[in-house]
């Protein structure tokens, strides 16, 4: 999952939050710096990620993009399921996903002097151009896709990997919505 899911399942204690979100940066046993409820976000993000690399729901949608955008299948899918689970907050109005990027955003702004170098470099264009947010839609997918493409030089087209999305969308929405019960599940 991509940030958006990794917010969304950290639940509501903000230094969750903020160790869920920091944590790629943090290598390996350097959580144990931070407070208890910092590192248990950090270790819920590698939980996150680890189930996600491992679930079958998941893996399925990965593979759809070998073919046209080689070794990006996985970063490709992440963005896909934010941007499913905004679709599955349209339609089950169950996450309350607007007024939460609120909170998730202020969350962040007071804690974002303590972020990772890295983190607080990538966060300042979260923020400004609202990720959360534009994952909503399709051109916000595409605009994030087409950034990443851009950002490690990657030669194909990136935002054009939404097609693949487009033509198997029916199949990518079961999997999404098994996944996420799946781990909401286990998490909560």
Do not use: C
């Not at 499913?84 to 996903?97: H, P």
């Not at 990027?101 to 170098?117: G, Q």
């Amino acid at each position: 999952m991509n940030y958006l899911g990794h917010l969304v399942l950290s639940g509501n204690d903000n230094e969750v939050l903020f160790g869920n979100f920091i944590a790629d940066a943090v290598k390996g046993n350097d959580y144990l710096d931070f407070s208890k409820k910092v590192q248990e976000g950090i270790l819920l993000h590698r939980f996150i990620d680890n189930f996600t690399d491992t679930n079958s729901h998941y893996l399925a949608g990965k593979r759809r993009f070998y073919e046209g955008f080689p070794k990006m299948g996985g970063v490709v899918n992440d963005i896909i399921y934010d941007y499913l689970l905004w679709q599955y907050e349209l339609n089950t109005k169950s996450l309350n996903l607007e007024k939460e990027i609120i909170r998730y955003y202020n969350v962040l702004d007071r804690l974002k002097n303590e972020m990772p170098t890295k983190i607080r470099f990538m966060y300042r264009y979260m923020k400004r151009d609202d990720w959360l947010n534009n994952y909503k839609n399709e051109k916000g997918i595409k605009r994030a896709l087409h950034g990443i493409g851009r950002r490690i030089n990657y030669s194909n087209d990136l935002e054009k990997s939404f097609e693949v999305y487009k033509m198997n969308e029916l199949s990518f929405n079961k999997e999404f919505n098994a996944f996420f019960q799946d781990i909401k599940s286990r998490i909560f």
